[in-house]
């Protein structure tokens, strides 16, 4: 199965603040990789998907990158409403598998 | 407007069996990709399970194949998940989701979740 590293767990970020977060896959996953936001009680949120494309009616604040088998989920200037909880999916072979999650918090 | 609703979470005994049902509206359901997303208290997402729109593909993780088996009736625009031998690390929310066209891993909507908590 791949394994996704996700850093950092958690981070203490102000508003208007640039965040950035990482995943790297244990094996070529072919940017085959999604991005998701999750609110406290809320169902997640699909943010990005293929590494870089932006879901629709997502802000252009949200941005994906990869190098290789290293992912980067960037929020170029942090908004109240982005205090949540991150996670990448590698959607590129079954089992699929979610890093473990980065839990942006309020500095 | 899309919309899915889970239904059948309940309080278990260690060993017992559940039948988590999902309905889907304002889409076509029978076109779509479906899956299954579970997270216990406190703890992340795992990805559980996956079906191809017709049902004759199927896929689960590790942690429950054998165990879980994932259908559909697209008569009834509805989405299962048939859990048997539950145990107490099965105890979560379980999210079903609808899958893009490109991927069973860009779930673009998801239902609110119902919770399955195994216990004595």
């Known amino acids: 199965d791949i394994q996704m590293t996700q850093s950092p767990s958690s981070l203490s970020a102000s508003v208007g603040d640039r965040v950035t977060i990482t995943c790297r896959a244990s094996?070529?996953?072919?940017?085959?990789l999604a991005w998701y936001q999750q609110k406290p009680g809320k169902a997640p949120n699909l943010l990005i998907y293929g590494a870089s494309n932006l879901q629709s009616g997502v802000p252009s604040r949200f941005s994906g990158s990869a190098s290789g088998t290293d992912f980067t989920l960037t929020i170029s200037s942090l908004h109240p409403e982005d205090f949540a909880t991150y996670y990448c999916?590698?959607?590129?072979?079954?089992?699929?598998?979610f890093g473990g999650g980065t839990k942006v918090e309020i500095k | 407007e899309v919309q899915l609703l889970e239904s059948g979470g309940d309080l278990v005994q260690p060993g017992g069996s559940l039948r988590l049902s999902c309905a889907g509206s304002?889409?076509?359901?029978?076109?779509?990709?479906m899956g299954w997303v579970r997270q216990a208290p406190g703890k992340g997402l795992e990805w559980v399970s996956a079906?191809?729109?017709?049902?004759?593909?199927?896929y689960y993780a590790d942690s429950v194949k054998g165990r879980f088996a994932i259908s559909r009736d697209n008569s009834k625009n509805t989405l299962y998940l048939q859990i048997h031998g539950l145990r107490a690390d099965d105890t979560a929310v379980y999210y079903c989701a609808k899958t893009s066209r490109d991927s069973y891993g860009y779930m673009q909507y998801w239902g609110q979740g119902t919770l399955v908590t195994v216990s004595s």
């Open positions: 079906v191809s729109a017709g049902g004759g593909a199927k």
């Open positions: 999916l590698q959607a590129h072979s079954f089992p699929l598998t």
């Open positions: 094996q070529d996953i072919s940017n085959s």
């Open positions: 304002g889409f076509i359901f029978s076109s779509s990709d």
